[in-house]
Nanobody
Framework: QVQLVESGGGLVQAGGSLSLSCAVSGRTFSSSAMGWFRQAPGKDREFVAAIRSGNTYYGDSVKGRFTISRDNAKNTVYLQMNSLKPEDTAVYYC???????????????????WGKGTQVTVSS
């Protein structure tokens, strides 16, 4: 059974940093696209970042502040979040797109596996 488990969320002041991790078990995802999405209360799910074969892609609202990376040996993907803003407050979800392809998708429907999420709260 494939499991994605996020960790590292919490409460931080505006301008601070947090690092999220997503550990994948049950399958090797070295060739998959791994993505981070977020959802704030009352808002639609939003693409944050994704990585495939060393290529990365970011949502406009986080460019220059967030960095996605992965360690295939550990089957783990990371999201380093710097210069956090109150509007970054959301539940952050890790997702995997295991379909063998080259494109990175920002549409969550392309991702087959999801974690349960971790809460990130940024206070002003």
């Amino acid at each position: 059974q494939v499991q994605l488990v996020e960790s590292g969320g919490g409460l931080v002041q505006a301008g601070g940093s947090l690092s999220l991790s997503c550990a994948v078990s049950g399958r090797t995802f070295s060739s998959s696209a791994m993505g981070w999405f977020r959802q704030a209360p009352g808002k639609d799910r939003e693409f944050v970042a994704a990585i495939r074969s060393g290529n990365t892609y970011y949502g406009d609202s986080v460019k220059g502040r967030f960095t996605i990376s992965r360690d295939n040996a550990k089957n783990t993907v990371y999201l380093q979040m710097n210069s956090l803003k109150p509007e970054d407050t959301a539940v952050y979800y890790c997702a995997a797109d295991p379909t063998p392809r080259t494109k990175i998708y920002t549409d969550g429907y392309k991702y087959s596996y999801w974690g349960k999420g971790t809460q990130v709260t940024v206070s002003s």
